[in-house]
């Protein structure tokens, strides 16, 4: 008989109504908000945000095994779960998932909004959904805010709000929203002070640059355009620490979701190389980089067997699990197996680590699940 492996996961996704902000918002403003309208052959999906479209393939799968007489691909599109936390708690107790951080889907793009107003208002609305529908639903779900970051005041501002209703993370894009400065700026100190006091997780979601991550055509192209977005991952967190915005704000952690975990002792290393050998590396930091990199930067990965060794062999202890629910890049309906099979040479601090420790620094609140001992 195998023992069920509960798991907390740092990535996944609810998909708002489609009449959250005609619910929410005034008409005129609801239809600049985010929508996406799917091709009748579910291959395409256009993305209306603020009077602007983009077209992208949807995600699909390989792995088109048959689980209860269904393909992967069709258990995960129809999985109900994603927009009905009630029906969500069932997938989370037969997966084995104990609590989750819970991203938006249209809220990812709502980065793409060009005005302040509307960028405000989009996130008060999404937040507030996210409070009556998800947060309250259940301390499992960890639903993640939404910021207006086109002017950092307002940003301040909502997470000071969103705190105050009980939200534990709030979600930064990989790359600032276009004609911002750069994470590495001063501009946004007043907002890393604020999510520090506040206890607030900066979560960032791989894949939400302003720019197509399709750069590479012809040959290798979908390769290419994936793995594309694990670099995003690394530019914010290298940012972060080089700055010296994680050492001014030793209580700010950034959750990094989707983008792998083993690629941090790797950069981490190429940090501390440059302060060794380079006279002109400004500024200066009281310890190396790879130290706050290891301290203060926690990763997601689903199906890396690397991301088990960056902690195994390479010291690296903030690495989350994520079952990127319910896409079809993640584990579900397959979590058991996946999990078993990732950890099945793993010693058993280090599959608790994974599995549930790191979860839990970030986000105490939601316990253990049945069975699990804290450690
Ligand atoms: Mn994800």
């Known amino acids: 008989m195998t023992v069920k492996i509960w798991a907390n996961s740092g990535d996944s996704h609810f998909l708002e109504p489609e009449d959250l902000w005609a619910s929410y918002l005034p008409a005129a403003v609801a239809e600049r908000m985010p929508r996406s309208v799917k091709d009748p052959d579910g291959v395409w999906e256009t993305i209306y945000v603020d009077g602007a479209s983009f077209r992208r393939k949807m995600p699909s799968t390989a792995r088109n095994r048959w689980v209860n007489g269904k393909t992967i691909l069709e258990m995960a599109q129809q999985a109900e779960g994603i927009r009905d936390a009630r029906l969500r708690m069932i997938d989370l107790d037969n997966q084995g998932v104990w609590a989750e951080v819970c991203y938006p889907s249209l809220g990812?793009?709502?980065?793409?909004i060009k005005n302040?107003?509307?960028?405000?208002?989009?996130?008060?609305?999404?937040n507030d959904w996210a409070y009556s529908e998800i947060l309250s639903h259940s301390p499992r779900l960890v639903a993640v805010?939404?910021?207006?970051?086109?002017?950092?005041?307002d940003a301040v501002q909502e997470l000071e709000r969103v705190a105050a209703m009980g939200f534990k993370a709030v979600f930064l894009p990989i790359e600032p929203p276009e004609g911002m400065?750069?994470?590495n700026r001063e501009t946004w100190e007043p907002l890393w002070s604020a999510a520090e006091e506040a206890g607030m997780v900066a979560a960032f979601h791989i894949g939400t640059e302003n720019h197509d991550l399709a750069v590479v055509r012809g040959p290798g192209a979908r390769v290419a355009s994936f793995c594309e977005t694990s670099f995003g991952a690394m530019r914010v967190a290298i940012q972060m620490v080089a700055s010296g915005a994680l050492e001014r704000h030793p209580g700010l952690r950034m959750l990094i979701s989707e983008g792998g975990a083993s690629w941090v002792p790797f950069i981490a290393d190429r940090m501390n190389e440059v302060y060794n050998t380079e006279a002109f590396v400004s500024p200066q930091l009281a310890r190396m980089p790879k130290e706050y990199m290891y301290e203060q930067v926690y990763t997601t990965?689903?199906?890396d067997p690397s991301a088990i060794q960056a902690m195994a062999a390479m010291g690296y202890t903030n690495i989350l699990w994520g079952s990127d629910y319910?896409?079809?890049?993640?584990?579900?309906?397959?979590?058991q197996q996946i999990l078993s099979e990732?950890?099945?040479?793993?010693?058993?601090?280090?599959?608790?680590?994974?599995?549930?420790?790191?979860?839990?620094?970030?986000f105490p609140h939601v316990g253990s699940p049945p069975g699990v001992a804290a450690a």
């Open 301 to 303: 990965f689903q199906h």
């Open 108 to 112: 990812l793009w709502q980065t793409l």
């Open 181 to 183: 400065d750069g994470y």
């Open 326 to 335: 319910p896409h079809v890049e993640g584990t579900y309906p397959v979590t």
């Open 116 to 126: 302040r107003e509307l960028a405000v208002a989009g996130a008060r609305a999404l």
């Open 145 to 153: 805010a939404e910021l207006p970051l086109l002017d950092v005041p």
């Open 342 to 362: 990732l950890f099945a040479d793993a010693s058993e601090e280090v599959r608790y680590r994974i599995t549930q420790g790191a979860f839990l620094e970030l």
